[in-house]
């Protein structure tokens, strides 16, 4: 829900940057849906797992040393309310799913992860409603 709330103002800023959220977008609610019918998959968690931590990558590199590419190169972008929660969800989803991988089988989640992704739910849902980008 964030990303897909910043997909304007990214593609104002430099193309490649909004075509990278309006592809993320669809993606990661893709995949929440995709586990919310099948919760056991486990390739399915972890290709979520990973792409979330792909994202959360590129979001540290655009912070700390800036992307080689775009309008200002190498110039690292500024840290937002909005866009530090859409990178806490996105390690939170990476530590849940990483959780789950790691328990085995088809048990039942634990109640703090089921907790955890209702916070997530909520957090996104404000956030994405917060100025700026």
Request: net charge neutral; glycine share 10%; hydrophobic share 55%.
């Amino acid at each position: 829900m964030i990303h897909g709330s910043v997909i304007a103002s990214h593609f104002r800023e430099y193309w490649l940057f909004g075509l990278f959220f309006l592809v993320v977008t669809p993606l990661q609610i893709a995949w929440a849906e995709g586990v919310r019918r099948e919760p056991t998959d486990r390739r399915l968690l972890a290709w979520g797992a990973w792409g979330n931590l792909a994202v959360v990558l590129i979001w540290l590199v655009s912070r700390l040393v800036g992307l080689p590419f775009g309008p200002q190169p190498f110039q690292p972008e500024a840290i937002s309310a909005k866009d530090l929660l859409a990178t806490y969800d996105e390690i939170a989803i990476v530590v849940l799913v990483a959780t789950l991988l790691l328990r085995g089988g088809s048990r039942p989640a634990p109640q703090w992860c089921v907790a955890g992704a209702w916070v997530l739910v909520a957090v996104s849902g404000v956030a994405a409603f917060i100025g700026g980008h």
